[in-house]
């Protein structure tokens, strides 16, 4: 099985994590979802597989999550999820499928726990936050 990104190439988090996977060697399938959007199946079938509900993917944030009426805790998920088909900005992104299982990978670096192997260090996310360090160890792992 090959890695797949779901991607979106306008978030600096997304960018980070497509750079690591390219980094430890793999050449990922990336599927820009804002382009293709979501089908109800596919998002419950990631959902399930990274331990997700529509509310834990809920992008609250650079969205119309609030605009629409979705932070409202008593909302439903067959209603966030209606809602993430319609707006597929409204899934937090950027989520990643491997061999050992599906994330979303926020904060960048959770990628790391999905690949193969780590790529050479030192590297560092976009903004220059430290990563991996230069024998390959993800900074702050003891």
């Known amino acids: 099985m090959t890695i797949v990104i779901h991607h979106n190439p306008a978030c600096g988090t997304s960018r980070n994590v497509l750079a690591i996977i390219e980094a430890s060697g793999e050449t990922p399938v990336i599927i ?4 293709s959007g979501w089908t109800r199946p596919q998002l419950l079938a990631l959902f399930a597989a990274a331990d997700l509900t529509p509310r834990t993917a809920l992008r ?9 009426g979705l ?8 209603t ?9 900005v409204l899934v937090n992104r950027p989520i990643v499928c491997s061999p050992k299982g599906v994330k979303l990978c926020r904060p960048s670096e959770t990628v790391l726990d999905l690949l193969k192997r780590r790529p050479p260090g030192p590297m560092t996310k976009e903004d220059g936050t430290p990563l991996i360090d230069a024998v ?7």
């Open 32 to 35: 820009e979802y804002l382009k």
């Open 60 to 68: 609250t944030t650079k969205s119309p999550a609030e605009e629409l």
């Open 71 to 78: 932070l409202d805790p008593t909302i439903d998920d067959e």
């Open 80 to 88: 966030l999820l209606a809602a993430m088909l319609e707006h597929p």
């Open 136 to 142: 390959g160890n993800r900074v702050g792992d003891g």
